[in-house]
Nanobody, 118 residues
Framework: VQLVESGGGLAQPGGSLRLSCVAS????????MRWYRQIPGKARELVAA????????YFVDSMKGRVAVSRDNALKTVYLQMASLTPEDTAVYYC????????????WGQGTQVTVSS
């Protein structure tokens, strides 16, 4: 089982980024996929989730209206589209799912760094 994120990098304030997470080793379409982020010095927090049937949930008030989560089951990929980025969005962003085959029933990607700075 593997989750591999990409798409992070340096963005200017007000800019946009689209993060991707490619899954392998399990039946992707059956599982809710989540994006977390960890801001330096803070606990990891849940940003967004997309259910197996495409329902979406958002959890960070400061990001609501600026972020969209989606999935492509054929490509086994989950996306996080972020807009109007601010320096406060600087964090490592992680892909996640819960499943019995994951260590402690949680699978994590390695993370992708997003830095918002002028």
């Amino acid at each position: 089982v593997q989750l591999v994120e990409s798409g992070g990098g340096l963005a200017q304030p007000g800019g946009s980024l689209r993060l991707s997470c490619v899954a392998s080793g399990f039946n992707f379409s059956d599982y809710t996929m989540r994006w977390y982020r960890q801001i330096p010095g803070k606990a990891r927090e849940l940003v967004a989730a997309v259910t197996s049937d495409g329902g979406t949930l958002y959890f960070v008030d400061s990001m609501k209206g600026r972020v969209a989560v989606s999935r492509d089951n054929a490509l086994k990929t989950v996306y996080l589209q972020m807009a109007s980025l601010t320096p406060e969005d600087t964090a490592v962003y992680y892909c996640h799912t819960k499943a019995t085959f994951c260590p402690s029933q949680e699978c994590w990607g390695q993370g992708t760094q997003v830095t918002v700075s002028s």
